[in-house]
């Protein structure tokens, strides 16, 4: 699969995605041409009609950095349209100094790291160790595959005698539904990296906690995080001796990648119903970006990953970038924000709701 970026495809451009979400869904196939559309998603109104008020920030507890594009692998669903040819959009040595700068004032606990594969990035490593030197948590949203790669081979254990959480993507316990995400093969190189990981303590040792995570392989809901989480548990150890600490079930985002296969399927007004219907305003409370600031490889602050990868600035015109402005200023500005919200906002509040640590509820 070649990136939405090398294909020169429409949906490349963060302003098309929202133009479709923003948008009535198409009609079904088979309607009729006078047929009207259905009415576009409105989170902004489901929040009124539950009796909720827009959604602000509570505070800034992770710091949420994607270092770049480039990957080596491409999936089906990413919503970042990350792969090997994203080679320019990565992080440079002068914005990963603004990250730890503004990590040190900022109180934040977690310094989250994400991609494409962010053990890429020439400046990963000193993000890591400098936010441990400073006490914090780190979590590295890794891909499993990257661990065996040619020249990371000592990657798990500079990962592991530091303490830094994995969070890896696994979207199913079989190598056919893995692979039909992730490629041909993914899954028996994932269950390798697993293996080496559990080797050096992970997911064994408490202090070496090894997360991963599901989501759906096509346009449906997560089932209960609970129950999947025991099914991957027993799957994983009887049939290949992985070990791992816990679960975290994540809906898909109708954005990027995911948004042209439910496109071109013609299942995207049916998913975004699926979303729309199922929104629970008991997980409003809980989504990430209220706890959560997210920087870009370029500098550019959002409130979450996917409001990064939709272009979606701060509502705050004077800090749209960590260069804008010094560390204390930035974040005196940041806290109790509004938050920039629009239809896929429905995938984080769907059922049990969804962000980058899970279920909500």
Not at 94 to 101: G, P, R, S
Not at 190 to 200: D, G, H, Q, T, Y
Not at 314 to 319: E, F, N
Not at 329 to 337: F, K, S, T, Y
């Amino acid at each position: 699969m070649k990136t939405l970026a090398r294909r020169g495809h429409a949906l490349a451009d963060p302003a098309a995605q929202l133009r479709v979400l923003s948008g009535p869904p198409p009609r079904p196939a088979g309607a009729s041409d006078d047929e009207p559309p259905g009415p576009a998603a409105d989170f902004a109104a489901a929040l009124a009609d539950a009796g909720l008020p827009p959604l602000t920030a509570a505070s800034l507890d992770t710091l949420q950095v994607n270092v770049g594009k480039l990957c080596n692998m491409t999936c089906a669903h990413c919503h970042v349209d990350a792969g090997p040819d994203r080679k320019a959009e990565n992080m440079s040595a002068a914005t990963a100094d603004a990250v730890l700068e503004l990590l040190k004032v900022s109180g934040a606990g977690t310094l989250d790291l994400t991609g494409g594969a962010p053990e890429m990035n020439p400046h990963f490593r000193r993000l890591v160790q400098t936010a441990r030197d400073l006490g914090r948590h780190v979590i590295d949203r890794c891909n499993l595959t990257i661990l065996t790669a040619k020249g990371y081979e000592d990657l798990p254990a500079f990962l592991a005698e530091r303490g830094v959480e994995i969070v890896a993507s696994l979207p199913c316990y079989t190598a056919e539904n893995c692979d039909a995400q992730r490629g041909d093969g993914a899954f028996m190189k994932s269950v390798a990296a697993l293996r080496l990981l559990n080797e050096l303590g992970y997911g064994i040792d408490p202090a070496l906690p090894l997360t991963l995570v599901y989501n759906p392989v096509g346009p449906s809901l997560p089932p209960p995080q609970g129950a999947l989480e025991a099914d991957y548990q027993a799957r994983l150890k009887e049939d290949f001796g992985v070990r791992f600490t816990r679960l975290f079930t994540i809906t898909n985002m109708p954005i990027s990648r995911f948004l042209d296969h439910l496109l071109e399927t013609g299942r995207y007004g049916e998913y975004m119903e699926k979303l729309t219907a199922a929104f629970n305003p008991a997980a409003v409370a809980g989504v990430m970006c209220r706890t959560t600031l997210s920087v870009n490889w370029d500098g550019a602050l959002s409130d979450c990953d996917f409001n990064q990868m939709l272009s979606l600035p701060l509502a705050d015109r004077r800090v749209r970038n960590i260069h804008d402005a010094p560390p204390a200023e930035l974040l005196e500005a940041v806290l109790n924000r509004p938050v920039v919200t629009g239809a896929h906002c429905f995938g984080c509040t769907a059922g049990a709701g969804s962000g980058c640590t899970g279920a909500i509820l």
